[in-house]
């Protein structure tokens, strides 16, 4: 069993930026890959972003591309997402997922990862 807690979320006006953290306290996440989604109010839940904690190598979604980074803290066992350029369209609910064995067609897939966090609120002004 993994636990996820994301912190970072807010209010933040267009063009600003927000970093989120996805730490896990229930063991490391060695061998995981760990996803960003998000899904706004009446809306499906969306891929942004993941890394593979071994290897390093990321995804991305397009929408989010060169505006998104995605980055691992290995002693800390957290991951971060740096948002910069933020626009009003960004505004969701953003969930950490993680999981073991995800092939690399099923990395965008929410129905792949079997942890998440509780979600953390974005909100951008325009």
């Known amino acids: 069993q993994v636990q996820l807690v994301e912190s970072g979320g807010g209010l933040v006006q267009a063009g600003g930026s927000l970093r989120l953290s996805c730490a896990t306290s229930?063991?490391?996440?060695?061998?995981?890959?760990i996803g960003w989604f998000r899904q706004a109010p009446g809306n499906e839940r969306e891929f942004v972003a993941a890394?593979?904690?071994?290897?390093?190598?990321?995804f991305y979604a397009n929408s989010v591309k060169g505006r998104f980074t995605i980055s691992r803290e290995g002693a800390l066992d957290t991951v971060y997402l740096q948002m910069n350029s933020l626009q009003p369209d960004d505004t969701a609910i953003y969930y950490c997922?993680?999981?073991?064995?995800?092939?690399?067609?099923?990395?965008?897939?929410?129905?792949?990862?079997?942890?998440w966090g509780q979600g953390t609120q974005v909100t951008v002004s325009s």
């Open positions: 997922a993680a999981d073991t064995g995800i092939i690399l067609s099923s990395i965008r897939g929410h129905e792949h990862y079997d942890y």
């Open positions: 229930t063991r490391t996440f060695r061998d995981y890959t």
């Open positions: 890394i593979r904690w071994n290897s390093r190598h990321t």
